[in-house]
């Protein structure tokens, strides 16, 4: 909590902070290799390709031959980062992910661009509620959602340094600054960024900073929310889950993705073995999710401040 930026007007594009660290990261370590599938400029590599065009490979619409690339580069001590839209470089190469990556536990990271809503302008295919609880289901796999810049930027650097695979939830929409410039992440470790008493929110990526702005709505209504950044979805903080349902009683997990496999079905399967207490999930309900505008899909799906502090009164006093 300490770390938590009051300077909150601050909003920053995922895709420069990532494409900043990677060549600060590749500019320390050598064996930093990029490799992206029809996207680089898009996703975060020009910058490094630029800057290091021997260790930038693009493979074009070859997800799966870039995943296995990517892997025998591993095998040799090399630490790849792969880049694609979500969909893509998570569906359309699991089998790769899964062989080649998980069962040999190779460092590996993946990036995946565009989570969530964040493009559903470009059609349905881009729009995707799933990654997350696919990869989840996938042993060594490291599942980090950054909330902002810093987080992501650090999300960077932490990737490269454990020792198997990794996927970092990349948004495409501008993230709001929550985190101090000096901010450090603690991979499974979860983040309690105001404390209460009344109910838990539980939340990561985009859906941090909406959470907050809720728990102020509710504030003004007498409901004292805390609220964590579960900043990383596998391992989850079982700890933090814990201790703060104990105090609450009541969890409320928010989340831009299916309701199904995600956060809420995380935090529901450690409370359901440590601390059986009242929990709501709120996110995209076992749906297809429709196309259109962002703040509008937000607005439909019931995923801005003011819903989520709606839906949270109802549940607390129920």
């Known amino acids: 909590m300490d770390n938590l930026n009051k300077n909150n007007?601050?909003?920053?594009?995922?895709?420069?902070?990532?494409?900043?660290?990677l060549v600060e990261l590749g500019g320390s370590d050598k064996r930093i290799t990029f490799i992206s599938c029809d996207s680089s400029k898009g996703a975060s590599g020009d910058p490094f390709r630029q800057k290091f065009p021997d260790r930038?490979?693009?493979?074009?619409?070859?997800?799966?031959?870039?995943?296995?690339?990517?892997?025998?580069?591993?095998?040799?001590?090399?630490?790849?980062?792969?880049?694609?839209?979500?969909?893509?470089?998570?569906?359309?190469?699991?089998e790769q992910i899964r062989d080649d990556v998980c069962k040999t536990n190779l460092n590996v990271n993946i990036i995946g661009n565009n989570c969530g809503l964040?493009?559903?302008?470009?059609?349905?295919?881009?729009?995707?509620?799933?990654?997350?609880?696919?990869?989840?289901?996938?042993?060594?796999?490291?599942?980090?959602?950054?909330?902002?810049?810093?987080?992501?930027?650090?999300a960077i650097f932490a990737a490269a340094r454990i020792d198997g695979p990794v996927c970092i939830r990349a948004h495409r929409q501008k993230a709001k600054r929550l985190n101090k410039e000096n901010y450090k992440i603690n991979v499974g470790r979860g983040v309690i960024l105001k404390r209460g008493k009344d109910v838990t929110i539980i939340s990561n990526s985009t859906m941090v900073s909406k959470s907050l702005e809720a728990a102020e709505i509710l504030e003004s209504l007498g409901i004292n929310a805390e609220v964590i950044n579960m900043h990383t979805l596998k391992?989850?903080?079982?700890?933090?889950?814990?201790?703060?349902?104990?105090?609450?009683?009541?969890?409320?997990?928010?989340?831009?993705?299916s309701t199904i496999g995600g956060l809420g079905s995380s935090v529901a399967d450690?409370?359901?073995?440590?601390?059986?207490?009242?929990?709501?999930?709120?996110g995209i309900d076992d749906t297809f999710a429709i196309v259109g505008k962002y703040d509008?899909?937000?607005?439909?799906?019931?995923?801005?401040?003011?819903?989520?502090?709606?839906?949270?009164?109802?549940?607390?006093n129920n």
Request: proline share 7%; net charge negative.
């Open 235 to 257: 391992p989850i903080d079982r700890d933090i889950i814990v201790e703060s349902s104990e105090k609450t009683k009541r969890v409320v997990t928010v989340e831009e993705h």
């Open 9 to 21: 007007d601050i909003y920053e594009d995922p895709r420069k902070i990532i494409a900043s660290a």
């Open 118 to 154: 964040s493009v559903s302008t470009l059609g349905p295919t881009h729009t995707v509620l799933e990654d997350a609880a696919i990869l989840r289901a996938l042993p060594n796999m490291t599942i980090i959602s950054p909330a902002d810049g810093p987080e992501y930027r650090e």
């Open 296 to 316: 509008e899909l937000l607005d439909y799906y019931g995923l801005t401040p003011e819903k989520i502090s709606k839906r949270i009164k109802n549940f607390v």
């Open 270 to 282: 450690v409370l359901i073995k440590n601390n059986p207490v009242k929990l709501e999930m709120i």
């Open 56 to 94: 930038h490979f693009e493979f074009g619409i070859a997800e799966q031959s870039s995943m296995g690339t990517a892997a025998g580069m591993a095998t040799t001590g090399k630490i790849p980062f792969i880049t694609a839209y979500t969909p893509f470089i998570t569906m359309r190469c699991f």
